[in-house]
């Protein structure tokens, strides 16, 4: 059994619903949920904000968390998914926020950085990652990454 169906079934088995909010990954997270014959049944839906206004008025991300933290940080994850949860009324929400590059680097945010971010109803959790594969590799991680994060707090 693939993660994403392992995921569909511990979601619908408690009968909650998923939405996910995509930066970097541009909806490869949605895509392998969708994959799963039935996913409507629990994954409510996706909002990829690639934008900062995106991000702003898509998913509430304040303006004030962009400009103290940039796109790519810990803060702007956790906002992405709290926002993705209440957007599309969802009972849990990932977000992920990275640098898939090759370009877009800064000295402190290095190709590669990614933030990933889980939202519930108790809680929002987030973590850090660097990758060092190409642009499609990256991709490939942050998403890989997400589900195994949602798998891991579903038990």
């Known amino acids: 059994m693939t993660l994403e169906e392992t995921i569909g079934k511990s979601l619908s088995a408690r009968r909650l619903t998923l939405a996910v ?4 990954t541009g909806g490869l997270i949605g895509h392998r949920l969708t994959n799963v014959p039935g996913s409507s049944e629990y994954f409510l839906g996706g909002i ?12 509430g991300v ?8 940039g796109a790519v940080s810990e803060e702007t994850a956790r906002e992405m998914a709290l926002g993705a949860r209440r957007a599309l ?3 849990l929400a990932l977000s992920v926020t990275g640098i898939a590059g090759p370009g877009g680097a800064t000295p402190d945010k290095p190709v590669g950085l990614t933030w990933i971010a889980l939202s519930t109803p108790d809680l ?5 990652f660097i990758w060092r ?5 990256n991709k490939e991680a942050s998403a890989q990454a997400a589900l195994e994060m949602l798998q891991a707090y579903l038990g």
């Open 21 to 24: 909010a995509e930066s970097c």
């Open 124 to 128: 929002t959790r987030a973590a850090r």
């Open 133 to 137: 594969g190409d642009r499609s590799a």
């Open 89 to 91: 009324g969802a009972h």
């Open 62 to 69: 304040s303006g004030l968390t962009l400009a103290r933290f």
């Open 48 to 59: 990829v904000a690639y934008s900062y206004q995106a991000k702003q008025s898509l998913l």
